[in-house]
């Protein structure tokens, strides 16, 4: 069974003070891991796909990276606009459905 | 500007009743599923789609059925709701399989069940 955990939960930072949130996984065969931020009330929406280890992506503040066991977001010099939860998801074997993790809620203050 | 749309952003409903939850996307796409979000517990998959008129359980498919009638439209029924069905509801699609791409999530929607 496809196993993803987010860490930390919960995650408050200073406006400026860089940081970075993690998801581990457990799969058969990763065909693909995403991250999506979810504003309060809203649907999730999509960040990036990183397909295999040693892989990176940029957008903004934001850097996912991805190893065999694990993926990194990091996020240099957050603004409070970043605050959100972010969610990881994998994608495994021939499935096309991802598994979620809990999530990162991230606070952002001035 | 592509899009995933759930016809209710909120909805209550009470005991026993049938509840039906639409979705529609406008990108031809192939796959579409629905979750439900609860705190703690985050998204679970709860029936999914491939093809029209095709359906497959997801982690957690008691007490709801799905209906995949046209290939934008896939519809979420609750046969008799119940309290423990509160909760958020998403909608989502995705191309083609064997390939790995990404859902598009709708807004969800907030259902109560009193």
């Known amino acids: 069974e496809d196993q993803v955990t987010q860490s930390p939960e919960a995650l408050r930072l200073q406006e400026g003070e860089s940081s970075s949130l993690n998801c581990s996984y457990t799969v058969s065969g990763l065909r693909g891991l995403f991250w999506y931020r979810q504003d309060p009330g809203k649907g999730p929406e999509f960040l990036f796909t990183l397909y295999s280890a040693g892989e990176e992506k940029e957008k903004e503040r934001l850097k996912a990276t991805l190893t065999k066991k694990e993926s990194f977001l990091h996020i240099t010099a957050p603004k409070p606009e970043d605050s959100a939860t972010y969610l990881c998801?994998?994608?495994?074997?021939?499935?096309?459905?991802?598994?979620f993790g809990t999530g990162t809620r991230l606070q952002v203050t001035l | 500007d592509v899009k995933v749309t759930q016809s209710s952003r909120y909805l209550v409903k009470r005991t026993g009743e049938k509840v039906f939850l639409e979705c529609v996307q406008d990108?031809?796409?192939?796959?579409m599923f629905w979750y439900r979000q609860d705190p703690g517990l985050g998204l679970r998959l709860i029936y999914f789609?491939?093809?029209?008129?095709?359906?497959e359980k997801g982690d957690i498919p008691e007490g709801y059925s799905v209906s995949r009638e046209k290939k934008e439209r896939f519809s979420l029924i609750l046969e008799s709701a119940s309290t423990n069905q509160t909760s958020m509801y998403l909608c989502?699609?995705?191309?083609?399989?064997?390939?790995?791409?990404?859902?598009?999530f709708g807004s969800g929607t907030r259902l109560t069940v009193v």
């Open positions: 990108m031809d796409h192939e796959n």
């Open positions: 998801a994998v994608q495994a074997g021939t499935a096309s459905k991802l598994t």
């Open positions: 789609s491939y093809d029209v008129k095709m359906k």
């Open positions: 989502a699609s995705s191309r083609g399989r064997g390939h790995s791409y990404g859902y598009t």
